[in-house]
């Protein structure tokens, strides 16, 4: 029998029996896919209000662009960038729930006072030593992601001879660490895009189920990754259709949580392959 996930988020429980789309919020001037679009308050805000309308029910907001040569910012930098964004989205939207992307756990408190509900760091607590700890005070849910040890060799890929092997050592270490510190509401990310060759991320979709072991719901995050749109020759923004196929094959095997840009497209695949699942 599958497994029915739900996480705590500042007491109102997230049910994952159906999947969940995570919008991606940048507002940062140098995302690959988006920069300088959203990085105002007005704007930000619009865009939450269309993917909230094109069925996302999370919202990961940015400050910081992870992108391969991106410029590096400062926790002090990040909240400046965010100003008062968050805030405003949970006066205009309030049952939407506000992951917040950063590395740094100074930007994690400040997110956590403004009334985020899901702390996503790429880095999982590797480039802050007290990361793990302030989550533990905030009593948010993590999502963990796989990533190199540090911020400089983030994107050195490498060629892994069991990659799915590797990802699951880690977690298991990682969420050990998490454990100790009383962190129990945890979201998997194997981390596409960060440090791994074009024929490992190809076997961690097809192998995504075992990731975890089927112990924490896994969240994915393919949307516009160079391992797509590279070996066919296009661009970021021409592979939906390749982009979908790959959604519903994520979906079939278990994820619980797509992070995306394309909202409306993504919805279309989950509600065609959950429709009686209300």
Same mark, same amino acid.
Request: net charge negative; aromatic share 8%; with cysteine.
């Given at each position: 029998?599958?497994?029915?996930?739900?996480?705590? @988020?500042?007491?109102?429980?997230?049910?994952?029996?159906?999947?969940?789309?995570?919008?991606?919020?940048?507002? /940062?001037?140098?995302?690959?896919?988006?920069?300088?679009?959203?990085?105002?308050?007005?704007?930000?805000? @619009?865009?939450?209000e269309?993917?909230l309308? *094109?069925?996302?029910?999370i #919202?990961?907001?940015g400050?910081?662009?992870?992108r391969?040569?991106?410029?590096?910012?400062?926790a002090?930098?990040e909240?400046?960038r965010?100003?008062?964004?968050?805030?405003?989205?949970?006066?205009?939207?309030?049952? @939407?729930?506000?992951?917040?992307?950063?590395?740094?756990?100074?930007?994690?408190?400040?997110?956590a *006072?403004?009334?985020?509900?899901?702390?996503?760091? #790429?880095?999982g607590?590797?480039?802050?030593?007290?990361?793990?700890g302030?989550?533990?005070?905030?009593?948010?849910p993590?999502?963990?992601?796989? @990533?190199?040890?540090?911020? %400089? /060799?983030?994107?050195?890929k #490498?060629?892994?001879?069991?990659?799915?092997?590797?990802?699951?050592?880690y977690?298991?270490?990682?969420?050990?660490?998490?454990?100790?510190?009383?962190?129990?509401?945890?979201?998997?990310?194997?981390?596409?895009?960060?440090?791994?060759t074009?024929?490992?991320?190809?076997?961690?979709?097809?192998?995504?189920?075992?990731?975890?072991?089927?112990?924490?719901?896994?969240?994915?995050g393919?949307?516009?990754?160079?391992?797509?749109? %590279?070996?066919?020759?296009?661009?970021?923004?021409?592979?939906a259709?390749?982009?979908?196929?790959?959604?519903?094959?994520?979906?079939? %095997?278990?994820?619980? #949580?797509?992070?995306?840009h394309?909202?409306?497209?993504?919805?279309?695949?989950?509600d065609?392959?959950?429709?009686?699942?209300?």
């Amino acid at each position: 029998m599958e497994k029915r996930f739900s996480i705590n @988020c500042r007491g109102r429980l997230l049910d994952l029996s159906k999947p969940k789309i995570m919008g991606i919020l940048n507002v /940062t001037p140098d995302s690959f896919s988006d920069g300088g679009r959203f990085n105002n308050e007005k704007a930000a805000l @619009c865009q939450a209000e269309k993917m909230l309308e *094109d069925g996302a029910e999370i #919202i990961d907001i940015g400050a910081q662009s992870t992108r391969p040569n991106a410029q590096y910012l400062s926790a002090n930098e990040e909240i400046k960038r965010i100003r008062n964004i968050i805030s405003e989205l949970k006066k205009e939207f309030p049952h @939407c729930y506000i992951s917040l992307d950063t590395f740094y756990s100074a930007v994690v408190r400040f997110g956590a *006072d403004e009334g985020i509900d899901i702390v996503n760091d #790429i880095s999982g607590g590797q480039f802050d030593a007290d990361m793990f700890g302030t989550v533990a005070e905030t009593q948010l849910p993590y999502i963990l992601m796989h @990533c190199n040890p540090d911020y %400089k /060799t983030m994107h050195e890929k #490498i060629a892994y001879e069991n990659i799915v092997y590797s990802i699951n050592r880690y977690f298991s270490d990682k969420l050990a660490e998490l454990k100790a510190q009383g962190v129990y509401d945890v979201i998997l990310d194997p981390g596409f895009g960060f440090g791994k060759t074009i024929e490992n991320q190809i076997q961690m979709i097809e192998e995504i189920e075992y990731i975890g072991l089927g112990n924490y719901p896994v969240l994915a995050g393919i949307s516009k990754k160079s391992f797509i749109y %590279k070996p066919l020759g296009k661009s970021p923004n021409t592979i939906a259709t390749e982009t979908q196929k790959l959604h519903k094959t994520l979906l079939e %095997k278990g994820v619980r #949580i797509l992070r995306v840009h394309d909202i409306a497209e993504t919805k279309n695949v989950i509600d065609e392959l959950f429709q009686d699942n209300c």
